[in-house]
Protein backbone atom coordinates (compact mmCIF):
# COMPACT_ATOMS: atom_id res chain seq x y z
CA UNK A 1 0.00 0.00 0.00
CA UNK A 2 1.32 3.30 -0.47
CA UNK A 3 1.60 6.05 1.93
CA UNK A 4 2.14 9.33 1.19
CA UNK A 5 5.43 10.97 2.49
CA UNK A 6 4.15 14.13 4.54
CA UNK A 7 7.40 15.27 6.07
CA UNK A 8 8.34 17.48 2.72
CA UNK A 9 10.06 20.35 2.55
CA UNK A 10 9.85 23.77 1.12
CA UNK A 11 12.78 25.77 -0.32
CA UNK A 12 12.30 29.26 0.31
CA UNK A 13 14.62 32.06 -0.81
CA UNK A 14 14.81 33.85 2.05
CA UNK A 15 15.46 30.84 5.33
CA UNK A 16 16.39 27.88 2.84
CA UNK A 17 14.76 24.42 3.51
CA UNK A 18 11.38 24.88 5.86
CA UNK A 19 10.53 21.20 6.69
CA UNK A 20 6.89 20.37 7.85
CA UNK A 21 6.71 19.76 11.49
CA UNK A 22 3.68 17.28 11.38
CA UNK A 23 1.16 15.48 9.38
CA UNK A 24 -1.64 17.41 10.77
CA UNK A 25 0.12 20.79 9.29
CA UNK A 26 1.16 18.87 5.77
CA UNK A 27 -3.01 18.44 5.42
CA UNK A 28 -3.93 21.73 6.45
CA UNK A 29 -1.43 23.12 3.75
CA UNK A 30 -2.20 20.57 1.12
CA UNK A 31 -6.00 21.60 1.89
CA UNK A 32 -7.61 23.78 -0.91
CA UNK A 33 -8.79 26.75 1.68
CA UNK A 34 -5.06 27.14 2.23
CA UNK A 35 -3.98 26.64 -1.21
CA UNK A 36 -5.74 29.05 -2.35
CA UNK A 37 -3.54 31.44 -0.79
CA UNK A 38 -0.86 31.20 -3.77
CA UNK A 39 -3.28 33.28 -5.90
CA UNK A 40 -3.51 36.53 -2.97
CA UNK A 41 -0.81 38.22 -3.32
CA UNK A 42 0.77 39.81 -0.36
CA UNK A 43 1.37 43.49 -0.61
CA UNK A 44 -1.82 44.30 -2.77
CA UNK A 45 -1.51 46.70 -5.07
CA UNK A 46 2.81 47.20 -4.28
CA UNK A 47 3.99 45.80 -7.40
CA UNK A 48 2.98 49.06 -9.56
CA UNK A 49 5.55 50.34 -7.32
CA UNK A 50 7.88 47.69 -6.70
CA UNK A 51 8.00 45.37 -9.50
CA UNK A 52 9.36 41.91 -7.59
CA UNK A 53 6.53 42.43 -4.90
CA UNK A 54 4.17 39.01 -6.06
CA UNK A 55 4.76 37.18 -3.46
CA UNK A 56 2.08 35.80 -2.11
CA UNK A 57 0.31 34.95 1.65
CA UNK A 58 1.22 31.24 1.00
CA UNK A 59 5.11 32.42 1.09
CA UNK A 60 4.16 34.64 4.27
CA UNK A 61 2.45 32.00 5.98
CA UNK A 62 4.95 28.67 5.54
CA UNK A 63 7.65 31.34 6.53
CA UNK A 64 5.84 32.11 9.93
CA UNK A 65 5.23 28.83 10.80
CA UNK A 66 9.29 28.09 10.21
CA UNK A 67 9.79 31.02 12.42
CA UNK A 68 7.48 29.50 14.83
CA UNK A 69 9.65 26.48 14.44
CA UNK A 70 12.47 28.13 15.80
CA UNK A 71 10.24 29.73 18.38
CA UNK A 72 9.65 26.63 19.79
CA UNK A 73 12.90 25.25 19.83
CA UNK A 74 14.72 28.05 21.45
CA UNK A 75 12.51 28.43 24.06
CA UNK A 76 12.45 24.84 25.17
CA UNK A 77 16.04 24.73 25.08
CA UNK A 78 15.78 27.53 27.80
CA UNK A 79 13.39 25.38 29.83
CA UNK A 80 10.02 26.51 28.81
CA UNK A 81 7.75 23.51 29.21
CA UNK A 82 5.75 23.60 25.78
CA UNK A 83 3.72 19.97 25.05
CA UNK A 84 3.63 18.86 21.89
CA UNK A 85 -0.18 19.61 21.33
CA UNK A 86 0.73 23.22 22.17
CA UNK A 87 3.58 22.93 19.59
CA UNK A 88 1.39 21.32 16.99
CA UNK A 89 -1.43 24.17 18.12
CA UNK A 90 1.01 27.14 17.41
CA UNK A 91 2.30 25.88 14.17
CA UNK A 92 -1.34 25.43 12.98
CA UNK A 93 -2.67 28.63 14.36
CA UNK A 94 0.23 30.80 12.79
CA UNK A 95 -0.35 29.09 9.49
CA UNK A 96 -3.81 29.82 8.98
CA UNK A 97 -3.40 33.20 10.55
CA UNK A 98 -3.45 35.20 7.57
CA UNK A 99 -6.37 32.24 5.54
CA UNK A 100 -9.29 34.46 5.69
CA UNK A 101 -7.34 37.07 3.26
CA UNK A 102 -9.01 38.32 0.06
CA UNK A 103 -8.19 39.03 -3.42
CA UNK A 104 -5.26 41.65 -3.22
CA UNK A 105 -5.33 41.27 0.52
CA UNK A 106 -7.21 44.55 1.85
CA UNK A 107 -9.66 45.58 -0.69
CA UNK A 108 -12.38 43.23 0.14
CA UNK A 109 -12.87 44.61 3.52
CA UNK A 110 -14.19 47.68 2.68
CA UNK A 111 -15.87 47.36 -0.65
CA UNK A 112 -17.57 44.21 -1.72
CA UNK A 113 -18.03 42.62 2.01
CA UNK A 114 -19.69 45.27 4.58
CA UNK A 115 -16.68 45.70 7.71
CA UNK A 116 -15.81 42.11 7.93
CA UNK A 117 -12.03 41.79 8.77
CA UNK A 118 -9.68 39.24 7.81
CA UNK A 119 -8.98 38.23 11.59
CA UNK A 120 -12.74 37.26 11.67
CA UNK A 121 -12.93 35.43 8.29
CA UNK A 122 -9.36 33.68 8.99
CA UNK A 123 -11.26 32.61 12.46
CA UNK A 124 -14.29 31.22 10.55
CA UNK A 125 -11.96 29.16 8.26
CA UNK A 126 -10.21 27.71 11.17
CA UNK A 127 -13.70 26.69 12.69
CA UNK A 128 -14.71 25.14 9.29
CA UNK A 129 -11.69 23.39 9.39
CA UNK A 130 -11.58 21.84 12.33
CA UNK A 131 -15.26 20.19 11.92
CA UNK A 132 -13.19 18.88 8.71
CA UNK A 133 -10.16 17.95 10.93
CA UNK A 134 -12.00 15.99 13.90
CA UNK A 135 -11.72 19.35 16.02
CA UNK A 136 -7.80 18.98 16.04
CA UNK A 137 -7.82 22.73 15.33
CA UNK A 138 -9.67 23.84 19.08
CA UNK A 139 -6.44 24.43 20.64
CA UNK A 140 -4.83 26.33 18.15
CA UNK A 141 -7.94 28.53 18.08
CA UNK A 142 -8.26 29.04 21.46
CA UNK A 143 -4.59 30.63 21.15
CA UNK A 144 -5.34 32.84 17.99
CA UNK A 145 -8.04 34.10 19.89
CA UNK A 146 -6.29 34.97 22.64
CA UNK A 147 -7.95 33.14 24.86
CA UNK A 148 -5.74 30.53 26.03
CA UNK A 149 -4.47 30.43 29.58
CA UNK A 150 -0.56 30.45 28.45
CA UNK A 151 -0.49 34.18 27.52
CA UNK A 152 2.70 33.87 25.72
CA UNK A 153 1.63 31.47 23.14
CA UNK A 154 -0.85 33.79 21.95
CA UNK A 155 1.69 36.61 21.61
CA UNK A 156 4.20 34.38 19.68
CA UNK A 157 0.75 34.59 16.92
CA UNK A 158 -0.13 38.55 17.78
CA UNK A 159 1.85 40.87 19.86
CA UNK A 160 4.23 43.74 19.00
CA UNK A 161 7.30 41.21 17.96
CA UNK A 162 5.37 38.03 16.92
CA UNK A 163 6.04 35.74 14.06
CA UNK A 164 3.40 37.26 11.69
CA UNK A 165 5.79 40.73 11.70
CA UNK A 166 8.97 38.88 12.52
CA UNK A 167 8.14 37.36 8.51
CA UNK A 168 6.70 39.90 6.57
CA UNK A 169 9.34 42.82 7.34
CA UNK A 170 11.87 40.04 6.34
CA UNK A 171 10.01 39.11 3.45
CA UNK A 172 8.59 42.16 1.79
CA UNK A 173 11.81 43.65 2.35
CA UNK A 174 13.47 41.42 0.32
CA UNK A 175 10.72 41.09 -2.80
CA UNK A 176 10.42 44.48 -2.72
CA UNK A 177 14.40 45.56 -2.73
CA UNK A 178 13.85 48.13 0.36
CA UNK A 179 17.09 46.91 1.91
CA UNK A 180 16.48 49.42 5.11
CA UNK A 181 13.00 47.01 6.25
CA UNK A 182 15.46 43.72 6.74
CA UNK A 183 15.50 42.52 9.94
CA UNK A 184 17.45 39.65 11.61
CA UNK A 185 14.35 37.30 12.59
CA UNK A 186 15.98 34.82 13.50
CA UNK A 187 18.43 36.41 16.10
CA UNK A 188 15.89 38.05 17.18
CA UNK A 189 13.94 34.79 17.78
CA UNK A 190 17.03 33.30 19.78
CA UNK A 191 16.93 36.22 22.59
CA UNK A 192 13.42 35.16 23.03
CA UNK A 193 12.29 34.25 26.82
CA UNK A 194 9.21 33.65 29.07
CA UNK A 195 8.93 35.32 32.70
CA UNK A 196 5.85 35.22 34.54
CA UNK A 197 3.92 33.71 31.65
CA UNK A 198 4.70 36.45 28.84
CA UNK A 199 7.29 36.94 26.27
CA UNK A 200 10.41 38.86 26.91
CA UNK A 201 13.60 39.36 24.73
CA UNK A 202 17.07 38.79 26.84
CA UNK A 203 18.74 42.52 27.12
CA UNK A 204 21.85 41.61 25.03
CA UNK A 205 19.11 41.59 21.98
CA UNK A 206 18.20 44.99 22.68
CA UNK A 207 19.70 46.56 18.97
CA UNK A 208 18.01 44.00 17.09
CA UNK A 209 14.79 45.30 18.99
CA UNK A 210 15.79 48.96 18.01
CA UNK A 211 16.75 47.88 14.26
CA UNK A 212 13.34 45.74 14.09
CA UNK A 213 11.52 48.95 15.28
CA UNK A 214 13.13 51.62 13.16
CA UNK A 215 12.66 48.80 10.15
CA UNK A 216 9.17 48.59 10.58
CA UNK A 217 8.56 52.46 10.56
CA UNK A 218 10.91 52.50 7.20
CA UNK A 219 8.71 49.98 5.50
CA UNK A 220 5.19 51.57 6.30
CA UNK A 221 6.68 54.95 5.21
CA UNK A 222 8.46 53.70 2.38
CA UNK A 223 6.74 50.70 1.37
CA UNK A 224 3.12 49.84 2.89
CA UNK A 225 2.01 53.13 2.93
CA UNK A 226 3.77 54.35 -0.54
CA UNK A 227 1.58 57.16 -2.34
CA UNK A 228 1.39 55.17 -5.33
CA UNK A 229 0.90 51.99 -3.41
CA UNK A 230 -2.25 54.08 -1.68
CA UNK A 231 -3.14 55.27 -4.74
CA UNK A 232 -3.73 52.48 -6.41
CA UNK A 233 -5.59 50.11 -3.26
CA UNK A 234 -8.19 53.41 -3.25
CA UNK A 235 -8.86 52.92 -6.79
CA UNK A 236 -9.51 49.18 -6.58
CA UNK A 237 -11.87 49.82 -3.69
CA UNK A 238 -13.60 51.62 -5.55
CA UNK A 239 -13.65 49.85 -8.49
CA UNK A 240 -15.37 46.66 -6.53
CA UNK A 241 -17.69 49.76 -4.92
CA UNK A 242 -18.55 50.57 -8.10
CA UNK A 243 -19.37 47.34 -10.00
CA UNK A 244 -21.27 46.55 -6.70
CA UNK A 245 -23.64 49.75 -7.37
CA UNK A 246 -23.80 48.79 -11.30
CA UNK A 247 -24.81 44.97 -10.47
CA UNK A 248 -27.30 46.08 -7.70
CA UNK A 249 -28.98 48.86 -10.49
CA UNK A 250 -29.62 45.67 -12.72
CA UNK A 251 -26.86 46.21 -14.71
CA UNK A 252 -24.87 42.02 -15.67
CA UNK A 253 -21.32 42.21 -15.20
CA UNK A 254 -19.40 39.81 -16.77
CA UNK A 255 -17.92 38.51 -13.48
CA UNK A 256 -16.82 34.60 -12.10
CA UNK A 257 -19.46 33.11 -10.26
CA UNK A 258 -17.84 34.19 -6.87
CA UNK A 259 -17.32 37.42 -7.34
CA UNK A 260 -20.99 37.58 -8.44
CA UNK A 261 -22.37 36.76 -5.52
CA UNK A 262 -20.29 39.33 -3.29
CA UNK A 263 -21.62 41.98 -5.86
CA UNK A 264 -25.31 40.93 -5.51
CA UNK A 265 -25.75 40.23 -1.78
CA UNK A 266 -24.39 42.60 1.37
CA UNK A 267 -22.73 40.40 3.48
CA UNK A 268 -22.17 41.34 6.93
CA UNK A 269 -20.44 39.27 9.96
CA UNK A 270 -24.09 38.36 10.52
CA UNK A 271 -25.01 36.33 7.51
CA UNK A 272 -21.64 35.25 6.45
CA UNK A 273 -22.18 31.76 6.96
CA UNK A 274 -20.38 28.37 5.62
CA UNK A 275 -22.55 28.72 2.24
CA UNK A 276 -21.13 32.51 1.88
CA UNK A 277 -17.35 31.39 3.54
CA UNK A 278 -17.19 28.27 1.11
CA UNK A 279 -18.02 30.70 -2.56
CA UNK A 280 -15.09 33.58 -0.27
CA UNK A 281 -12.51 30.51 -0.90
CA UNK A 282 -13.31 30.44 -4.56
CA UNK A 283 -12.40 34.25 -4.88
CA UNK A 284 -8.35 35.21 -5.91
CA UNK A 285 -6.61 37.99 -7.40
CA UNK A 286 -7.26 36.38 -10.76
CA UNK A 287 -11.28 36.56 -11.07
CA UNK A 288 -10.56 40.76 -9.61
CA UNK A 289 -7.69 41.29 -12.61
CA UNK A 290 -9.86 38.94 -14.94
CA UNK A 291 -13.22 41.15 -14.16
CA UNK A 292 -11.14 44.49 -14.55
CA UNK A 293 -9.57 43.78 -18.32
CA UNK A 294 -12.54 42.97 -19.14
CA UNK A 295 -14.54 45.98 -17.42
CA UNK A 296 -12.19 48.67 -18.89
CA UNK A 297 -14.05 48.42 -22.22
CA UNK A 298 -17.82 49.13 -20.21
CA UNK A 299 -19.78 51.75 -21.34
CA UNK A 300 -20.14 52.89 -17.79
CA UNK A 301 -17.59 55.74 -17.71
CA UNK A 302 -16.88 55.21 -13.92
CA UNK A 303 -16.25 51.73 -14.07
CA UNK A 304 -14.12 52.08 -17.32
CA UNK A 305 -11.79 54.57 -16.36
CA UNK A 306 -11.18 53.07 -12.88
CA UNK A 307 -10.17 49.99 -14.31
CA UNK A 308 -8.01 51.12 -16.68
CA UNK A 309 -6.46 53.50 -14.46
CA UNK A 310 -5.31 50.30 -12.92
CA UNK A 311 -4.54 47.59 -15.76
CA UNK A 312 -2.36 50.39 -17.30
CA UNK A 313 -1.03 51.80 -14.22
CA UNK A 314 -1.97 55.53 -15.33
CA UNK A 315 -3.11 56.61 -11.81
CA UNK A 316 -4.77 59.52 -10.03
CA UNK A 317 -2.73 62.06 -9.06
CA UNK A 318 -1.71 62.24 -4.85
CA UNK A 319 -1.12 64.96 -2.82
CA UNK A 320 0.23 64.46 0.70
CA UNK A 321 0.22 66.67 3.27
CA UNK A 322 0.96 67.31 7.24
CA UNK A 323 -2.36 68.96 7.80
CA UNK A 324 -6.44 67.87 6.80
CA UNK A 325 -7.42 68.20 3.25
CA UNK A 326 -10.00 71.25 3.28
CA UNK A 327 -13.50 70.79 2.02
CA UNK A 328 -13.02 73.89 -0.55
CA UNK A 329 -9.89 71.97 -2.19
CA UNK A 330 -12.15 68.76 -2.63
CA UNK A 331 -14.55 70.59 -4.03
CA UNK A 332 -12.67 72.26 -6.39
CA UNK A 333 -11.55 69.31 -7.70
CA UNK A 334 -14.81 67.91 -7.85
CA UNK A 335 -15.97 70.52 -9.85
CA UNK A 336 -13.40 70.70 -12.27
CA UNK A 337 -14.30 66.69 -12.66
CA UNK A 338 -17.65 67.11 -13.00
CA UNK A 339 -17.67 69.70 -15.20
CA UNK A 340 -15.33 67.94 -17.69
CA UNK A 341 -16.70 65.05 -18.30
CA UNK A 342 -20.71 65.78 -17.53
CA UNK A 343 -20.97 63.33 -15.05
CA UNK A 344 -22.89 63.38 -11.52
CA UNK A 345 -21.18 64.64 -8.40
CA UNK A 346 -21.56 60.94 -6.86
CA UNK A 347 -19.66 59.86 -9.98
CA UNK A 348 -17.56 62.23 -9.91
CA UNK A 349 -16.09 60.87 -6.58
CA UNK A 350 -15.18 58.29 -7.63
CA UNK A 351 -12.24 59.84 -9.06
CA UNK A 352 -11.72 62.99 -6.71
CA UNK A 353 -11.35 61.65 -2.69
CA UNK A 354 -9.23 62.64 0.62
CA UNK A 355 -8.31 60.35 3.35
CA UNK A 356 -5.47 59.78 6.03
CA UNK A 357 -2.84 57.90 6.66
CA UNK A 358 -0.98 56.71 10.41
CA UNK A 359 2.30 55.55 11.22
CA UNK A 360 3.47 53.70 14.75
CA UNK A 361 5.55 51.87 14.75
CA UNK A 362 5.74 50.85 18.33
CA UNK A 363 3.00 51.14 20.85
CA UNK A 364 3.36 50.20 24.80
CA UNK A 365 -0.34 50.99 25.04
CA UNK A 366 -1.34 47.99 22.71
CA UNK A 367 0.81 45.53 23.98
CA UNK A 368 4.69 45.97 25.34
CA UNK A 369 7.85 44.67 24.34
CA UNK A 370 9.53 43.65 27.35
CA UNK A 371 13.27 43.67 27.88
CA UNK A 372 14.48 41.35 30.30
CA UNK A 373 17.73 42.42 32.11
CA UNK A 374 20.46 40.56 33.45
CA UNK A 375 19.42 41.65 36.97
CA UNK A 376 16.09 39.73 36.25
CA UNK A 377 14.09 43.09 35.93
CA UNK A 378 11.74 43.59 33.21
CA UNK A 379 11.32 46.85 31.63
CA UNK A 380 9.41 48.29 28.65
CA UNK A 381 11.71 48.83 25.70
CA UNK A 382 10.89 52.52 25.45
CA UNK A 383 12.32 53.07 29.24
CA UNK A 384 15.37 51.01 28.80
CA UNK A 385 16.60 51.98 25.19
CA UNK A 386 19.29 54.56 24.81
CA UNK A 387 17.83 55.39 21.41
CA UNK A 388 15.79 58.88 21.33
CA UNK A 389 14.40 57.21 17.90
CA UNK A 390 12.09 54.95 20.25
CA UNK A 391 10.56 57.48 22.21
CA UNK A 392 10.02 59.22 18.80
CA UNK A 393 8.56 55.71 16.97
CA UNK A 394 5.81 55.48 19.90
CA UNK A 395 4.47 58.43 18.77
CA UNK A 396 1.71 58.54 16.27
CA UNK A 397 2.61 60.20 12.93
CA UNK A 398 -0.88 61.06 10.80
CA UNK A 399 -0.78 62.35 7.31
CA UNK A 400 -3.20 63.74 5.08
CA UNK A 401 -3.63 63.26 1.35
CA UNK A 402 -6.67 64.15 -1.51
CA UNK A 403 -6.51 61.83 -4.92
CA UNK A 404 -7.75 63.79 -7.80
CA UNK A 405 -6.83 63.08 -11.84
CA UNK A 406 -4.25 64.17 -13.81
CA UNK A 407 -5.21 66.89 -16.79
CA UNK A 408 -5.38 64.67 -19.11
CA UNK A 409 -8.37 62.29 -17.90
Known amino acids: MNTINKLKIFNDPIYGFITIPSSLIFDLIEHKYFQRLRRITQMGMSYLVYPGAHHTRFHHAIGCMHLMQKAVNVLRFKGITI ?6 ALYAAILLHDIGHGPFSHAMEHSI ?23 NLTLAIQIFKGEYKRKFMCQLI ?70 TGIVAEQLLTRVLQRAKELTNAGIELKVSKALSFFLKHEITASNFDSTTLETFSRLDDNDIISAMKDWQYHDDFVLSNLCDMIINRDLLKIKIKNKPITLELRN ?49 IAKVSDQFSIKTLSKPVTKYYICYPKDKM
Open 83 to 88: SKEEET
Open 113 to 135: VNQVSHEEISLLFMEELNIEFNS
Open 158 to 227: SSQFDMDRADYLKRDSFYTGVAEGNVNSERLITMLNVINDHLVVEEKGIYSVEKFLVARRFMYWQVYLHK
Open 332 to 380: KHLEIVRTKHHISSGEAAYFVFSGSISNQAYSSKVAQINILKKSGKVVD
